[in-house]
């Protein structure tokens, strides 16, 4: 097992930087909270969960996916700033706000959010699912039956593993685990009433069934209940001679951004792993309870963690939306959700007897979810089983949980083959994941790596080298998305195959980089971070707003998840001033404000949230007449240019090109269904519509493109 090499070894070129004021407009930013924005981000997402023209159990996923958002926004955004608090940093944000003032700011958003977000769920989800016979119950509104059922219930599946936790002098406060379900439960002798209460925790194990169908054989309306409503309905046959006063639940976030220093890490799996056990004991940065908890207890508890009371959330429950997800697997009803969708074989490769001759011929570029994910996998597998494959060159950032790709590296191993994986263990929330995949590649023999200290690996890259005739030929896949098959069915991305010589030897030489030395490698056609990225991406806007001053076609299309870089943003509004015109397609958070007169009029800025991820990284820049065109999987942002690896490549191949520039870019800016429009006040709102102007989203085109496809190549050839 290889340690991560130094990146203190490697020249690394500094990007070009546009000095500008920091203020405009009198105290007006010139840059938008980043913080501010990611949760103006979760409100959209939000609005999917309360649309109704998103089917039901969609509607309810939408919900599940804000509560798993704000899950990380805690744990990581905000336990950043507590952090910064309490080592009394002077560090500003991009808009001068200090971490205490983007504190106060992001919990008032956030509160507002969450309590949105309960008000979907209580007032038009749960009445929607009545409607279609999926009921919801609670503990003080269960029938005689049903109350009956759920106490066997709880008497056979759940008292058998809980473990009541009393709190007194002899019973220290117990260590609550990140995001764990408990019960506060307060309960008094009987003969004693006027004593002191007495509090008690139960933990709840992470391996019982958060929501529980009640009678599943029963005819009729489907009847649900959480399991936090069964522990507070049964609670008092774990408490016998004594009176249950109040149970409620309680869920408690802590910080989970891992401190690793890898310069002082002899071992960094080993390391890794210490670290994520320490995760469990992070700091506390917020506390969800259910309402009307007493306030004696409610203080107690806050302290006991260690918390403010001003980070806990009082919620009408049920706590953790996210268990939410669940309900549609368990619900087989598939006229409340999307109707299904089959991806479309890529009518190059489809039936193809070896990939590689494909390749060979012409570079390959699918747009996923809506071309199948299968040619990635095969890309590896054939790799794997063909004799003629001596080494194979992969990076894993995240992969599912049965990886074909992970299970044909191995079996490349295994046939003889150098099999060369960079696994990042570093990859937020999947690490455990990562170690548990460099562990058995380690087994099949494969040489495991772990890239530059100090950077997570991010590029999507797989390089194969394949022996022909009496030379070596090499093939290689680039992506903006990772390597699993499961998410590639639900984030867009793009996929790129190539045996272009000048980009498989760059591409040799970043792998090389990566587990090897190099002192400043130089790529002239790839943009690779922490190398070239920056400085390239700022010079491309500069020639644009130079094409501009001197009267030449200029033109600045770029898609991608976040915008933050404030070196990019500044040479953006340089460009806008310029009369360069430019479009971006930014999902999540974004920095920079869009339509300011005399600061960026010239720039609108939109993000579509639909059905499936929007994934892709695309960067188009006009060039004079010339166009160039990029994929790859950074977003313009400081960790992204700096402290990550990542790969941008060029997309050079005329009916590629035509694809990306005349069908998808152009369809995402037309979209009126699932975009909105950033207002030059920071806000969003739905594009404005001309009177004949027809509805259209660039997700239903796309697959409706596909089918068209699918059907093409089903049907026989005269």
Known sequence: MTRGKKLSKLSVPAGKVVARKAKVEGERTIYANREQSWLAFNRRVLQQAESPANPLLERVKFLAIVSSNLDEFFEIRVAGLLQQVDSATAELSLDGLTPREQLKRVHGAANLLVDEQYRCWHEQLVPKLAKEGILFRSATHLPAEERAWVQNYFQAQVLPVLTPLAIDQSHPFPQIGNKTLNVLVSLDHPETPESEKMMVILPVPRILPRIVQIEPAHDGPQRYIFLSEIIKLCAGALFPGYRINSAHAFRVTRNSDLYIDEEESENLLKKIEEELKNLRRGAAVRLEIETGVDE????????????SLEYAFRLKGPLNLLRLMSLYELIDRPDLKYPPFTPADSPLLRGAANIFDVIRDRDVMLHHPYDSFSPVVDFVAHAARDPEVLAIKQTLYRTSGDSPIVRALMDASINGKQVTALVEL????????????????????????YGLVGHKTHCKCSLVVRREGAALKRYVHLGTGNYNPKTARLYTDISFFTAREYLTDEVAQLFNALTGFGRSPEFKHLLVAPFNLHHRIQDLIANEAANAAAGKPARIIAKMNKLVDPATIDNLYAASQAGVRIDLVVRATCCLFAGVKGLSENIRLRNIIGRFLEHARIYYFENGGEPLVFCGSADWMPRNFFRRVETAFPIEDPELRKRIIEDILPAELRDNEDAQELQPDGNYAPPVRKADEAPFSAQKYFMAAAKTRSVALAEPAV
């Open 296 to 307: 004696a207890l409610f203080t107690a508890l806050c302290g006991n963690i260690g918390l």
């Open 426 to 449: 570093k990859a937020r929330f999947d690490e455990a994941n990562n170690i548990h995949w460099a562990r058995q590649l380690e087994e099949a023999g494969v040489h495991v790596v």
